[in-house]
């Protein structure tokens, strides 16, 4: 027996996971035409692994294939993965990662909506471990033909210093422990642009385009990306206020980086992320300090991921203590499920 | 005069669907050949039945007295002869039963004498009785007895006259305030002086502009506001349209009396009219006939029409797969037709599969969180879902289960399709089902203890009679001294009360018996004596036979009795 309500919103889980895609495009777009359109070559071979990996894993696991992969959940996980992903990493490194994000993050701990952990973040964090030299090789933008990045990609020679620099969070990293340098004058060196890494802010605005959409969409909600901005540019902001020498300012952070593709599909990730308003804020703004902590004082250029893992394992604590008043029980005592 | 307005959280904007039933006028249902007229119109409200089969009845008199404190009465609808007292199955999911007055109309329609009520020289009290005698009951849907709702709470400042109809389709009310306004106001206002409070505010949804004119020139001279809130499912929920205008919270198991404000639908307040101004019982109401039908429309309905009649005078197409009862968001799917109108019912929808379209499958949820972004009560339907599939319902109840008013909301935004409120209600019941259960054993429990207790308390109840003989004994034999008694005078069983008491009562045998020697062997026949003479003749023949081992016989027979002394 069918029970009320007996309307529903023409919605869909399909729905929302093609609204990421699409806001997606912008910075995909701006990444293909700025820095190389490899980056074309990886997302497909990402999107064609995760749904074999999907479509495999739900047979194993006897679900129904068919509507599990329309839901384009799986391919929402390979564009990230390739997008946190150097545009030029040989292609298996994309298949191992993308295999780690469907088949152990999701599937293994029960499919969508089960997973504790980010996908995408695990498998950048996996990878960066496994493999940190091919890691870490980022194009400069522009720098590389269409035929060589696609050679790269496709396993061919890799004259690490010829087609790579360093990156703009690298630059300033290696630039600041040398010892010699300040920001002003690593600042001033070829992989930096106007504002983060020469090219990637165009990246950047085209993730920010893509994010402003989701929320005008209300795919997403306002919380995650104002407080993971919003704490990355007030502890960066105070830091440089005080030693402008040795600490880069907000606007080097927040366009450098996975900072914007983070702020708006990263940490917004439903399935892992906190889901209470409160909740929210605390999850992104904590993604936000341990990734300025790990870009400053840690051992990685990039900390976005690890802090993402760190803040995931906090989610069910702090669903748990920032549950919402509920209507009518305006005295009661904050916090708790109680 | 305006007052200001407050929002309540979430809430839904599903398409309205007004326009299909609100353009024409209420007409007057003509009358079945049978109305089923329920004693019992809700779970709340009952009704002794007080009429017999075959008896005449007028229009207007009362066939059911109301039974316990939620009772109120029950009257025929229309003129006409009790055909049947039966139970009839109502519309309800489950197709329960409930006891029904069967009335044959006779045409005339013939009404009872009946008077108006003067509530101003009357008592408060004569004047919530007369409520409920005349059967008045929340028409919004929930069918709560009015002199109840009047009766509790005091210090309220605030009546609010609820005319914000905020599911979809259903217009009886939109419709009742477009065209008695003014009746609807004057209930309110009887109703208003009856609690004493201070004023009276409608709330209409502004999606019902006639509606609101209507209302707002009926209240023109009055200190009456009334008031457009915006059109977001579901304002028309009683905590919610209070907290729109009042701005007060109500939480779950509280009452508005307790806030200072108390609330009634606006078709409530008409019937309150109709009874005090004309006298005249519940027993008709509107309701509206619309979804894929030829001639939608509202209707004036007399409680216990079979909604199978009814519905043939909107004339669902033939692609019609379900009737619902209520309005899309709350309803239900009819499982039969047979069934009465109730002062509850307020919509009846003929749906298809092009109107409602089946519910997609369900798929995982992704802790979008768009359920708790809709929900009134600022629940987490999706931790609610969590708990309630898990079967885990303490957790379910530390996240507010019984808060959740089963809007619906969640479901309908869910872009996982998942039917929340059906966990939500297959979690309270549950609940319910295990709270019976625990109770019941909570009683067997409580018998079982009790019956330990008893037993424990008629054992010490005997041992401080037993104490009390034996002592009363001990002081008699004291004061006979012990010749008469020599067993009893023995130490040892003095000591001990049971044995002075055994021994008492040998002496008290042993007294009887030598007084009289009580045989079974009296008062016998002739013969028969004759025939035991002749018996104890052969007997002692082989006792003498047997003479030779009897002494030992007699040794055994004695030595069991040694040690025990």
């Known amino acids: 027996m069918i029970h009320s309500p007996y309307v529903r919103k023409p919605v869909s889980v399909q729905r929302t996971m093609g609204l990421v895609l699409l806001a997606l495009v912008p910075g995909i777009v701006a990444h293909a035409l700025v820095i190389g359109a490899g980056v074309l070559v990886n997302l497909a071979i990402s999107t064609i692994t995760a749904v074999a990996a999907e479509a495999l894993m739900l047979h194993l696991r006897k679900r129904p294939v068919g509507i599990a992969v329309a839901d384009l959940s799986a391919v929402v996980t390979a564009w990230l993965v390739t997008l946190c992903f150097p545009p030029i990493v040989p292609w298996w490194l ?20 089960q997973n504790p952990f980010n996908p995408a973040m695990i498998a950048y964090c996996s990878m960066i471990v496994a493999f940190p030299a091919l890691m870490s090789q980022w194009p400069p933008a522009g720098h590389l033909s269409f035929d060589t990045q696609l050679s790269l990609i496709l396993g061919g020679p890799r004259d690490i210093d010829g087609i790579t620099g360093a990156t703009a969070l690298d630059a300033l990293r290696t630039g600041l422990r040398s010892g010699t340098q300040t920001v002003d004058t690593v600042l001033k060196g070829s992989a930096f642009g106007a504002l983060g890494g020469r090219g990637w802010e165009w990246v950047s605005i085209g993730y920010v385009a893509g994010g402003l959409f989701l929320l005008a969409m209300r795919i997403i909600t306002w919380h995650m990306p104002v407080a993971f901005i919003g704490v990355l540019a007030a502890i960066s902001g105070l830091f440089w206020l005080v030693d402008p020498a040795g600490f880069a300012s907000p606007l080097f952070h927040l366009a450098s980086g996975g900072a914007m593709l983070a702020a708006f599909f990263i940490v917004t990730d439903p399935v892992s992320g906190a889901t209470t308003p409160r909740g929210k804020l605390l999850f992104a703004g904590g993604i936000a300090l341990i990734a300025w ?46 | 005069m305006i007052g200001r307005l407050f929002k309540f959280h979430g809430g839904i ?11 024409g006028a209420i007409r007057k249902a003509p009358l079945p050949a049978r109305l089923v007229v329920p004693l019992r119109q809700s779970a709340r409200a009952g009704a002794a039945c007080i009429v017999a089969v075959g008896q005449r009845v007028l229009k207007g008199e009362r066939i059911g007295e109301p039974e316990g404190f939620l009772g109120t009465g029950v009257h025929a609808p229309t003129s006409g002869t009790v055909a ?13 039963e409930t006891p029904c007055v069967v009335i044959e109309p006779d045409g005339e329609d013939r009404w009872i004498e009946h008077a108006p009520f003067d509530y101003r020289a009357a008592s408060r009290d004569e004047a919530l009785a007369w409520l409920r005698d005349c059967g008045i009951v929340g028409l919004g849907g929930a069918t709560f007895p009015s002199h109840v709702k009047l009766g509790r709470g005091s210090g309220i400042e605030t009546l609010i006259l609820n005319g ?7 217009t009886c009310d939109d419709r009742l305030m477009r065209e008695r306004a003014v009746d609807i106001l004057a209930g309110a206002n009887i109703l208003r002086e009856l609690i004493g ?13 006639e509606a609101v004119a209507a209302m707002q020139a009926a209240a023109v001279g009055t200190p009456t506001r009334v008031v457009a809130v915006p059109a977001l499912y579901p304002a028309g929920g009683e905590k919610q349209l209070i907290r729109v205008l009042t701005g007060v919270e109500i939480p779950y198991g509280k009452l508005g009396g307790d806030y200072g404000v108390r609330c009634f639908n606006v078709g409530t307040a008409h019937a309150v009219y109709r009874a005090f101004i004309h006298g005249e019982p519940l027993i008709s109401r509107i309701v509206t006939l619309t979804g894929n039908c030829e001639t939608p429309g509202n209707w004036e309905v007399a409680i216990g029409t079979p909604v199978a009649d009814l519905l043939a005078l909107a004339r669902p197409k033939a692609d019609t797969d379900r009737i619902l009862m209520g309005g899309p968001m709350m309803g239900f799917a009819m499982p039969r037709l047979d069934v009465p109108v109730v002062k509850g019912t307020n919509c009846i929808i003929s749906a298809s599969p092009r109107l409602f379209p089946p519910a997609p499958p369900e798929q995982p949820c992704i802790r979008c969180t768009e359920c708790a972004k809709a929900c009134p009560v600022e629940l ?63 009683q067997a429990r409580e018998r079982f203890e009790f019956r330990n207790f008893r037993q424990e308390r008629e054992k010490a109840e005997k041992a401080a009679k037993l104490a009390a003989k034996a002592a009363e004994t001990r002081a008699k034999l004291a004061e006979a001294g012990t010749a008469e008694a020599p067993a009893a005078a023995d130490a040892p069983a003095a000591e001990d009360p049971k044995k002075a008491l055994i021994a008492a009562a040998l002496a008290r045998a042993k007294a009887q018996k030598a007084e009289i020697q009580p045989q079974n062997t009296d008062n016998l026949s002739p013969q028969t004596q004759a025939e035991i003479a002749d018996i104890e003749a052969r007997r002692k023949v082989l006792e003498a036979v047997a003479a030779t081992p009897a002494p030992q016989a007699a040794e055994a027979a004695a030595a069991p009795d040694e040690p025990r002394s």
């Open chain 1, 94 to 113: 994309t298949v191992c990662a993308v295999l780690v994000a469907i088949v152990a993050v999701k599937h293994l701990y029960g499919g969508l909506g």
């Open chain 1, 293 to 338: 902590l790990i870009r400053n004082f840690g051992a990685y250029p990039e900390g976005i991921a690890f802090g993402v893992l760190l803040m995931n394992m906090c989610v069910p604590l702090l669903d748990m203590k920032t549950q919402p008043r509920v209507f009518g029980h305006r005295h009661d005592i904050e916090g708790g499920g109680k």
């Open chain 2, 13 to 23: 904007k599903p398409d309205a669907h007004k326009n299909e039933s609100s353009g």
């Open chain 2, 84 to 96: 049947a007292i039966a139970s009839c199955p109502m519309a309800h999911p489950s197709g329960l």
């Open chain 2, 164 to 170: 914000a109809e905020c599911e979809p389709w259903i």
């Open chain 2, 197 to 209: 409070a201070r004023e009276l505010v409608v709330g209409v949804e502004d999606n019902k502009p």
């Open chain 2, 380 to 442: 987490q339907p999706f931790e609610l879902y969590w708990h309630s599939r898990s079967k885990n319902f303490g957790k379910a109840q530390e996240y507010h289960l019984f808060d959740c008013i089963e809007c619906g909301c969640c479901t309908y935004v869910c872009p996982a399709h998942i039917p929340l409120v059906d966990y939500f209600r297959f979690s309270k019941s549950e609940i319910w089902a295990r709270e019976r259960e625990k109770t019941a054993a909570d």
